[in-house]
């Protein structure tokens, strides 16, 4: 089948994402946490584009789900571009990046064990962002951020990364720009969630006895 400009795929990836969205939707009760976080992240950082508001509150809902679900899981699980950019996303599409608002909406997102935060030079950005584009057909180029939101929210992550490290969160912080920064990185990441899940299985096997 003919797709010039890759329409066909674009319109049927939208449709998919209606599709698991609608289904959420006739099962309440069995997705309340999900629609609940969506509400309370839109409702604090609302976007102003419609499109873009039923795009992020699509994806956070999806997101929240798989979150939930992966939840009970015993592997160990990396979540790609999760809350804290959905929330920077937010921000970046609402006006709205100040840090109450920002704060606010740290509180409704799910706790992770470990934060990724990777730093790249506006120019690594620029160019990765360029390569991503052209890979694109026409279509799928249209759903796409542009490139001064992309820079906006590298921004609005450092922030939000901030406002967690704040509050105690484990945040790791990755140097892209450097190939030895970036492997001593790597080694770290891996000791941490190693040792994290180590932890985890030992309390797992030696519960807290209660004392009265």
């Known amino acids: 089948m003919l797709d010039p400009g890759g329409i066909v795929t674009a319109m049927c990836r939208v449709a998919r994402a209606a599709a698991r969205s609608i289904g959420m939707a006739c099962r309440p009760s069995a997705n309340a946490v999900d629609f609940r976080i969506r509400a309370n992240l839109v409702h604090t950082l609302p976007p102003r584009n419609v499109i873009w508001r039923i795009r992020l509150s699509q994806y956070v809902l999806r997101l929240a789900r798989a979150w939930r679900q992966s939840a009970a ?3 160990i699980l990396i979540f790609d571009e999760a809350f804290v950019q959905a929330v920077s996303m937010l ?3 609402s006006g709205t990046a100040d840090e109450t608002c920002l704060a606010h909406a740290l509180d409704f997102i799910p706790e992770s064990d470990v934060v990724v935060r990777i730093d790249a030079c506006e120019q690594l950005l620029i160019e990765r962002l360029d390569r991503r584009q052209k890979s694109h057909t026409f279509a799928e180029r249209l ?14 992550v450092a922030r939000v990364c901030g406002l967690l490290t704040a509050r105690g969160r484990s945040i790791i912080d990755v140097d892209a720009n450097n190939q030895r920064a970036l492997t001593l990185a790597i ?10 899940y180590k932890r985890s299985l030992h309390s797992a096997a ?3 006895i209660p004392l009265d």
Do not use: H, M, N, W
């Open 187 to 196: 080694d770290e990441i891996e000791e941490e969630i190693l040792a994290r």
């Open 91 to 93: 921000a970046c599409f």
């Open 73 to 75: 899981s015993e592997e």
């Open 206 to 208: 030696y519960p807290p």
């Open 143 to 156: 759903f796409e951020t542009g490139l001064d939101k992309r820079l906006q929210s590298a921004t609005v």
